[in-house]
């Protein structure tokens, strides 16, 4: 849908191809080119639901940090809406969308500097004060510099001011680099802003459907779009990661969802005003849910590691003691975490 809106806008401002176009009209053509083989590049990401909430684990994992397993876990709608911009703002902000005006403008001013860094060079310097006032001299017609911000280094009169020259050569250009990547990334921003169709909100529509999250475990729904009248999910986590621990203890539950509605076991929770309801019963109480039940009696490798490595963060987050981590879990590797990812949603 995105690079609908986006190319398609391109293609709209792009003028019939004539004998003089204008360099900035070829340019605009050559981005809806790039536009169109990012799109590519991106389209397995955003292809199937399944391989969107793989890809989503798998950043999870490389970005390693409790807080965003925490806000995935609980703000499961609003995470990938900002997780999909976030991406966008990646892949876009380098490419087509960019305003070559600007980024030359800055281009432009970095030569001025560096040039007139060089011509204060070629005269008579007695110390740095005079070097500096040289460059502004220089500078003057082109860059307005305002005095005050000069002050402060005046007090290193008497460095070499050849090493100045060096190092405050340096520091433009490298100043240049970060200021072209701020200011594609705003400039995109802005402009995803002012689409009436937010691309997050769209996308988030096809590929998640309803985000809904199991009440036990708070693993999204994978049904397909907004029409379903069951949620299900095919992988479920450790409870515990969805706030239940034990009535007695206090401690994080272990086990998965879809292992307990085949147990003799109860929960209480808000939806039972707190009384004790048995697992196997649970559809009378969450009625659109449909848990399949798992005999495995395992949860994945991913959630174990996530759930063994962030066990105290996570009794920390919920009022709750740390869960009783079973020793074989504390076994499990990065690796492996990430290679169960694959398998559970049979991605080669
Ligand atoms: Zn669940
Ligand atoms: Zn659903």
């Not at 030569?111 to 001299?137: G, H, M, P, S, Y």
């Not at 689409?195 to 997050?200: D, G, R």
Request: aromatic share 12%; glycine share 4%.
């Amino acid at each position: 849908i995105f690079f609908k809106i986006k190319c398609q806008g391109h293609q709209q401002q792009c003028p019939p191809p004539s004998g003089n176009q204008s360099l900035n009209e070829r340019r605009l053509c050559k981005g809806i080119t790039k536009c169109k083989k990012i799109a590519r590049l991106w389209k397995r990401k955003f292809s199937t639901r399944i391989f969107f909430q793989y890809s989503i684990l798998l950043d999870l994992l490389l970005k390693d940090e409790f807080e965003s397993y925490l806000r995935f876990i609980l703000s499961y709608e609003k995470y990938v809406k900002d997780w999909i911009l976030n991406e966008m703002l990646e892949h876009f902000s380098n490419e087509a969308t960019t305003n070559a005006f600007e980024e030359q403008h800055i281009k432009s001013s970095i030569i001025w500097i560096t040039d007139a860094v060089d011509e204060a060079k070629q005269k008579d310097c007695v110390n740095l004060r005079k070097f500096v006032e040289d460059i502004c001299k220089e500078l003057g017609d082109k860059l307005i510099i305002p005095q005050d911000a000069l002050g402060a280094f005046m007090i290193l009169n008497n460095a070499d001011w050849e090493q100045f020259a060096l190092s405050l050569k340096e520091s433009v250009t490298e100043m240049g680099h970060s200021l072209t990547e701020i200011f594609k990334k705003k400039q995109f921003f802005e402009k995803l802003q002012s689409l009436h169709l937010k691309p997050q909100n769209e996308l988030f529509t096809k590929l998640i459907g309803c985000g809904r999250q199991c009440p036990f475990c708070k693993s999204p729904c994978e049904a397909g779009g907004k029409e379903h009248t069951e949620h299900w999910a095919s992988l479920h986590r450790p409870t515990g990661l969805g706030k239940y621990r034990s009535v007695f203890s206090s401690k994080l539950v272990t086990n998965i969802c879809s292992s307990l509605v085949i147990t003799d076991r109860n929960f209480r929770c808000h939806e039972t005003n707190y009384t004790s309801h048995p697992y196997k019963l649970y559809k009378k109480i969450f009625r659109a849910w449909k848990i399949v039940p798992d005999v495995s009696l395992e949860a994945s490798n991913y959630w174990k590691y996530v759930m063994t490595k962030y066990n105290d963060d996570f009794a920390k987050a919920y009022k709750a003691k740390s869960a009783k981590i079973p020793e074989a879990w504390k076994n499990v590797t990065y690796k492996q975490a990430a290679e169960s990812l694959k398998e559970s949603f049979s991605i080669k």
